[in-house]
């Protein structure tokens, strides 16, 4: 992979730019990639940083992570000079900012939390969520879709922690300002920086009641396994407030925004979104594959020392952004990568979940609660049609659309 031969250095390469903040780009990343590959096969510059499109330069540079490479979330802070309020200091201590032992730490506390038999075992807690769901939102016959989906994670997450249903409007709010922050859009500052306080005030008052012996369920939870290894010195109180914060913002837009594009990609296959109704097990296939085909989160790193690759040399301080939305298409690793096919057998595994030391915790949540979701979904939401232009999300952080308006032939609960 790494070269002793002669290095460019990257400032001397020829690199085509991406408009990464531009709509256009976010309605339509394809089209400037393909263009980008002529120039390079894998990298691009932006006004934000470099640009991995390649799937196998990520994966190679992902051998770098937690030696040569950290995530800069601390910087994004610095970037916008927010560094000392309460948003900057979350960006700089939630987990996915911490390296080395510290983040081996506290991900070894959490990681048995996050198993796939613990997220099977949430299975039935994630239908009925989406059951209640869509008995209120079904008999509309038609709604915006994104903003039907953008209940369900909380609902979700919400029960996983025994938080009550009245918050969720609030907490959706808030999780809305706060998912736009890495746009880097200065004049997002106070809307995130508002969301932040409303979400540490919910969490430590969420702690306090159960502290209190509040609860909604006798089954021990998520929050009473948090709870009980901050009791034992495993976590701080404030690792335990931004754990909470963490699992909210880190699941809220991403599952919404897969659960949006997969519908999209999905109105222009009825086929197979028919099938995600009649078997549960052909539709976590389709979600696998919609995961590839359209992903929602771009991965940011900084290399904190020299690297060569490819022959050519990135210097330390070099920003990258990984394009997962887009890297599943890389033809290279995904053959006839436009084809949308639940049944492919690629010799790659998609990266929608990231790589390397910070892969998604919530991942086997994650899947469940989409996979759940869209079955019962199917059965429910008949022959979807998009009655509406649909609007993109800023590419940066987590990306997806912006509404996406759909009229269906409701259908009561089986
Ligand atoms: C389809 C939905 C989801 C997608 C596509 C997704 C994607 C990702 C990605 C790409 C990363 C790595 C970011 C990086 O390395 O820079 C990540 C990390 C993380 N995700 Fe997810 N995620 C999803 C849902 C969830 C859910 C539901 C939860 C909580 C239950 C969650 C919790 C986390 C946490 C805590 C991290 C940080 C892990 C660490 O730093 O060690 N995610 N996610």
Redesign the pocket.
């Known amino acids: 992979m790494e070269s002793a031969t002669t290095e460019q250095p990257l400032a001397e390469l020829q690199l085509p730019h991406l408009p990464l903040d531009s709509t256009d780009f976010a309605a339509d990343p394809m089209r400037y990639i393909l263009a980008a590959r002529a120039t390079h096969p894998w990298l691009a510059t932006s006004d934000f940083g470099y640009v991995v499109h390649e799937y196998a330069a990520m994966k190679d540079l992902f051998r770098h992570e937690d030696g040569n490479m950290r995530?800069p979330l601390d910087g994004v802070a610095d970037i916008l000079d927010v560094r000392d309020t309460p948003w900057g200091r979350f960006m700089n201590e939630q987990?996915?900012n911490?390296h080395g032992p510290a983040?081996q730490q506290l991900?070894a506390i959490v990681a048995p939390m996050?198993t796939p038999r613990r997220a099977n075992e949430r299975r039935e807690l994630m239908r009925e969520k989406m059951r209640v769901l869509l008995d209120e939102w079904v008999p509309k016959g038609a709604f915006d879709f994104e903003e039907f989906a953008s209940y369900y994670?909380i609902s979700v997450?919400c029960a996983l922690i025994g938080a009550p249903g009245e918050v969720i409007p609030k907490i959706r709010d808030s999780l809305e300002a706060l998912g736009v922050a890495l746009s880097m859009d200065p004049k997002t500052i106070p809307l995130f920086q508002r969301a932040m306080l409303l979400m540490d005030e919910f969490v430590i008052d969420l702690v306090a009641r159960r502290r209190a012996g509040e609860r909604t369920t006798a089954v021990a939870d998520l929050l009473d396994a948090l709870i009980e290894a901050t009791g034992q010195g495993l976590m701080s109180e404030r690792q335990l407030y931004d754990m909470l914060i963490?699992?909210f913002v880190?699941?809220y837009d991403?599952?919404k925004n897969?659960m949006t594009l997969t519908m999209h990609a999905l109105l222009q296959r009825p086929d197979v979104y028919a099938q995600c109704a009649e078997d549960l097990e052909y539709c976590k296939l389709v979600i696998e594959e919609s995961?590839r085909y359209r992903?929602?989160?771009s991965?940011?790193r900084e290399l904190t020392a020299d690297v060569s690759y490819r022959d050519v040399l990135l210097p330390a301080g070099t920003l990258l952004w990984f394009t997962?939305p887009v890297i599943g298409r890389d033809p290279d690793a995904f053959p006839d990568p436009e084809r949308f096919d639940p049944w492919r057998k690629d010799p790659n595994r998609h990266s929608?979940?990231?790589l390397?030391?910070?892969?998604?915790?919530?991942?086997f949540?994650?899947r469940a609660?989409?996979q759940e979701g869209f079955h019962l979904l199917a059965q429910r939401v008949r022959n979807p049609r998009q009655t509406g232009p649909v609007g993109y999300r800023p590419f940066m952080g987590a990306g997806g659309l912006k509404g996406l308006p759909i009229a269906f032939d409701p259908a009561p609960a089986g």
Do not use: E, Y
């Open positions: 995530v987990v996915l911490l983040h991900r996050f994670p997450m963490n699992l880190a699941g991403t599952s897969v995961l992903s929602s989160t991965l940011l997962n929608a979940f990231g390397g030391a910070h892969i998604c915790l919530g991942q949540i994650a609660q989409i």
